[in-house]
């Protein structure tokens, strides 16, 4: 084989495999119309390879022939294939004229020398000459070219709202664009020896519009023409140029062309252009740490740096890595991070590394401090050393100087929503050197990254402060009904107690009323000291404290609190408590607080009595992944039921269907039982009841998921 001839070999095989996996991926009629584009094309290919590689003349017309076949096949196919993109039947009609057409031209190709005359014989080889008729196959192309982007262009005008087909339709219009460079063959068969560089032109054709046809996320027009079409545009730009350099200069010098050498060449200079931008990157990183050891990697800090931060909710916690992130990344052995603290209206001391805090100047900033007031002006980072040059009476003259006062020699702006959020002051590097520009980018850069992280733990804390109030607030809401509930249930002893007292001296000297009121007594006394030890362990805030509790005497003390409520409803209360039920790990308080919740609301359901069953029982969580042993405790009515509608709605804040009810409580004890671990499901029917199954797990859960620190504040 030729030398000449391994381009067009290399060309009709990369043609004809990437037809046959797009056939392979999709059989459609578009995916079989753009296969035998790549067919034909490497058709084309393949048959310029042959008459790369023989000597006969007359065996080279005949396949020059053969080849014309299948080359005047492809512009049709580019048209049929426009034609089953745009799904228009109008275009499928006249492409079935343009195969009659082409029919023709294949008639021609074998009748006489009007469209085909012969070959002609080159350097490198055979090539097809043009016959009289040849120009006007060139105007057919041109036409069928214009026809079916002018359809394309049609067809993006009606999908516009369609991102995904835009940018397929964009992708296909910039492949056409290229394939039609492939023209400059042409000048071939009209005597021009100029070897056929068109198979590069074809390639980034095809290479394009398969992955517009095959992927199914596209990457944007824009971003792919920046990434691949144009630096490959600019290579063939500077090759072709290069190549007729290349034979021109070898015309002039030894007054002939070797063919062989001028494709190796051209070859190597490819070769070296679409290489080089891959191992430049490469290159650089590998002598950047083969030279300086101590260089470090900002852009994968930088990576590094945002994964951690979006993960950290709580503030101190991110303080603390970011002055560990810029003292690692830079090098430096002290730094100092300052924070806006919305109470005191000023910057306090967050975090330091290498700083001990009676170190500092002044552990706070102030509005009126010039370090301040310079950095909300600028809002860009600082070297003291650059702001000291300047002019004595300039406001950042004195922001230098507080920055030496505070042992910064870099300050940084940490800018959030337009305001000043934070100040990082970081001190000398290690080696004494001097920050870089590149070092100022990436604390910059760091800098915004921390704003947002910044941002993100200011609003959790503000939402778990949200949540705090929220449950304080239903917490208030249930004490309000067990305070008007106990005050009934309390008047009825003292009733007795009264009565007692108003008759002891008429009849202190009669020793059965006596023994039988002071019986009567002393019972009612101890209940109404119960039920206010009741109220007082609910009312009371504590710590929260995880431990092993038995649900049983949990659930049992809120029931003895609200059966007086029960009483008055008409409601029986009746308790199916498991002997043998396992202890889980819970915080008491709270979950006496999601049972007040449902009992209430179970006792509420029934406005005219029912019976209220409360049962504890070892049950399987299965949330659809894996079952796991819990105890359940379930709250059975028989009022009113749910609405289906609803259901899903129940644990949203604030729904709820009762009158002057908050829509607080179940949401909370929804809350409080994931925290657990747990889970919360409800079955119910209108006018039957409503059964409510809190599921909780047998092994401890994370401490941290049930902490609440505020609640102790």
Known sequence: MSLASVPTFVTASLSVALGIFVLRRNKSKLNWTFALWCFLTGYWQAHWTLLFNINDESLAAVLARIGYSGITFIPIVFFHFVAEFTESLALKRLSRLFYAIGATFLFLTWTGDRYIAGVYRYDWGFYPKAGALHPVFLAFLGIMLALGLNALLAYRRRVSEQRLKVNQINYIIVSALIYSLAAVDFLANYGAEFYPVGLIFTNLHAAIIAYAIVQFRLLDINVALKRSLISALILAGLLVPCYLILISSQQLAFGSIDIAFSLLTLSLLAAAGFLFPRFRFIGEDALERALFTNKTDHHETLLQSSREMVTVVDLSELSERLVRTASHAVGIDKAALYLYDDAKNKFSLASTVGFELRQTCDPVLGHGDPLVQALISSREGFVREELAMV???????????????????????????????????????????????????????????????????????????????????????????????????????????????????????????????????????????????????????????????????????????????????????????????????????????????????????????????????????????????????????????????????????????????????????????????????????????????????????????????????
């Open 391 to 713: 002019p004595a009476g300039n406001g950042k003259s004195a922001a230098a100087q507080r920055m030496g006062q505070l042992g910064a020699e870099v300050s940084v702006p940490i800018v959030s929503k337009d305001k000043l959020a934070g100040i990082l002051n970081l001190g000398y590097k290690v080696d004494r050197q001097i920050y870089s520009t590149e070092d100022l980018e990436f604390l910059s850069t760091l800098a915004n990254q921390a704003a947002v992280a910044i941002e993100n733990a200011r609003l959790y804390e503000n939402l778990k402060q949200s949540q705090l109030t929220l449950r304080r607030a239903d917490r208030l809401s249930s004490l309000g009904l067990l305070t008007a509930g106990l005050a009934h249930e309390i008047r009825n002893p003292l009733v007795a107690i009264r009565t007692f007292t108003q008759l002891l001296p008429e009849r202190y000297d009669d020793p059965e009323f006596r023994q039988v009121f002071q019986g009567l007594a002393l019972k009612e006394v101890d209940r109404i000291c119960g039920l206010i030890n009741d109220l007082l362990n609910f009312a009371r805030p504590s710590r929260p404290n995880i431990a092993e509790e038995n649900l049983n005497d949990v659930v049992d003390s809120v029931a003895r609190i609200l059966e007086s409520q029960a009483k008055d409803k008409d409601v029986k209360i009746a308790r199916e408590f498991s002997a043998d039920l396992p202890k889980a790990w819970i915080d008491r308080e709270q979950l006496k607080q999601v049972f007040m919740n449902l009992i209430l609301n179970a006792i509420q359901a029934m406005r005219d009595g029912g019976s209220l069953v409360i049962a504890t029982r070892v049950s399987a969580d299965d949330d659809g992944n894996v079952s796991r042993p819990c105890v359940q405790v379930e709250v059975r009515d028989t009022g009113i039921g749910i609405p289906e509608e609803n259901l899903e709605r129940i644990f949203d804040p604030f729904f709820t269907n009762k009158d002057g009810g908050s829509g607080l409580g179940l949401s909370i004890s929804h809350q409080i039982i994931q925290e657990h671990g747990g889970r919360m499901l409800v079955r119910s029917k209108i006018k039957e009841g409503t059964s409510f199954f809190v599921n909780l797990p047998l092994e401890k859960p994370d401490h941290s998921a049930v902490e609440d620190p505020l609640r102790a504040s």
